[in-house]
């Protein structure tokens, strides 16, 4: 049996690091191990784990300390990353091992939330997991947006390399994240990746000195592409304000390609814009994100509907339990429940998918996720309604 331990500092590259070549990148490759050196100290704060037998590393897996907002209350989340096991011993369950081991380590750190990219969603939704929404991408030729060019709008844009901008960004997507459902706020070394390459410009729309929107990007040549990281801002003077400097573009770019949240409407921003708006799920390449609820802290004064209902959480061993929600005062007080009285029964996964809003209580029954009757679930619904939770802040 192998043991878990916990591994920082450069004796991740002994360790952990072993592993990641093989797993993520295109192998063989002589200048692995040099590469992986210059990110070490993107992985400085992060929690890693490995499974070691007689001073081999056979499995690794990673959480990276990140906040999100889950129904306008700001957490502590997990984002775990970074999870292979060397090919002669998969199979064996150390993933499944490290993801516990995990769960438990940033439960003690105060993480209420975890979310990972899975390469296998249904191994995630047996350890509770839940899909979110995935962000799309717009695809468009400039001049599609070229009726923004003649409105007056009260802002400008200005423009900048990220080196220059970062800390704007960052302050900027520190305010997202206490505005919106979902957005998520990585720490400042792992944000910093951006900077070693420093290969994105940075627009930043504002309007009487308050930031409204910002968009990284960079252009792949002269006649070839823009392409657009996640269009974010706070209100539709930012957009407008980041839809006209695209527009600017013309002539330059032929396309343009930005990232949007997934119930965003690009063929609304102008009458005659010709769009392509996509969203692909495939696995490994292209996953949406999964996400999971930790402790049912996680809905302690979460704002609600005033629902009022008992759930039993079961075949999970951070959730298990018999709860009271009670939404009677628009805030959710969660205490533990006794034996009497009408239940839902949901796995964490079906508890997941009703806290971040993209599974309604029939849909957690039709996904085999929980069992709910209809007087349970119009609770549910109260409490609990479908929210749409933008995966942003990636980074
Ligand atoms: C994904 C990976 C980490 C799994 O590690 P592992 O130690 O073999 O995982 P476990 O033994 O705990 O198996 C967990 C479950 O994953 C699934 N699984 C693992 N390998 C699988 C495979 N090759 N094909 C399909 N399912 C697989 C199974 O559901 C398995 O459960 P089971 O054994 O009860 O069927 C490993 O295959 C790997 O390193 N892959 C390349 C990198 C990667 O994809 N990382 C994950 C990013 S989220």
Request: glycine share 10%; with cysteine.
């Amino acid at each position: 049996m192998s043991d878990i331990r916990h591994v920082s500092g450069d004796e991740r590259l002994r360790t952990a690091f072993t592993l990641y070549p093989y797993a993520f990148d295109e192998s063989p490759s002589p200048d692995a191990a040099e590469g992986l050196a210059s990110i070490l100290p993107f992985h400085e704060g992060n929690h890693t784990l490995i499974a070691e037998d007689g001073g081999r590393t056979l499995a690794t897996a990673a959480a990276i300390p990140t906040h999100q907002n889950l129904r306008g209350i700001v957490m502590r989340m997990a984002g775990i990353a970074w999870v292979a096991t060397h090919p002669a011993a998969r199979r064996q369950g150390h993933c499944r091992r490290l993801m516990r081991q995990l769960h438990r380590d940033m439960l003690d750190t105060g993480h209420l939330l975890a979310t990972l990219y899975p390469f296998h969603p249904s191994f995630y939704e047996q350890l509770g997991y839940v899909g979110l929404p995935l962000n799309r991408t717009a695809t468009f030729a400039p001049e599609g947006l070229a009726p923004l060019l003649g409105v007056e709008l009260p802002g400008d844009v200005s423009w900048q390399g990220i080196q220059d901008g970062f800390e704007v960004y960052r302050a900027f997507q520190r305010r997202l994240l206490a505005q919106r459902h979902g957005f998520m706020f990585t720490p400042d070394y792992r944000a910093a990746r951006i900077l070693a390459p420093a290969d994105r410009w940075l627009a930043v729309a504002s309007v009487d000195g308050e930031v409204v929107g910002v968009l990284t990007y960079r252009i792949d040549g002269y006649g070839g592409r823009l392409h657009g990281d996640e269009l974010l801002y706070t209100n539709g003077l930012g957009r407008a304000l980041l839809l006209q400097f695209l527009a600017q573009h013309v002539h330059q770019v032929a396309q343009i390609a930005v990232t949007v949240a997934p119930d965003e409407h690009p063929e609304t921003w102008a009458g005659s814009l010709a769009v392509r708006t996509e969203a692909r799920a495939a696995f490994p390449t292209s996953p949406p994100l999964m996400g999971r609820l930790l402790s049912m802290d996680a809905l302690r004064d979460v704002p609600c509907g005033s629902g009022r209902t008992q759930i039993e959480i079961v075949e999970d061993e951070l959730l298990a339990g018999r709860y009271l929600l009670d939404g009677t005062r628009g805030t959710i007080d969660v205490t533990v429940a006794g034996q009497a009285g009408e239940r839902a029964t949901l796995t964490a996964a079906g508890l997941s998918g009703l806290a971040y809003g993209v599974l309604d209580p029939a849909d957690v029954v039709a996904r085999g996720l929980g069992d709910i009757s209809d007087n349970v679930a119009a609770e549910l619904r109260a409490l609990l309604p479908r929210r749409t939770p933008y995966a942003f802040g990636k980074g």
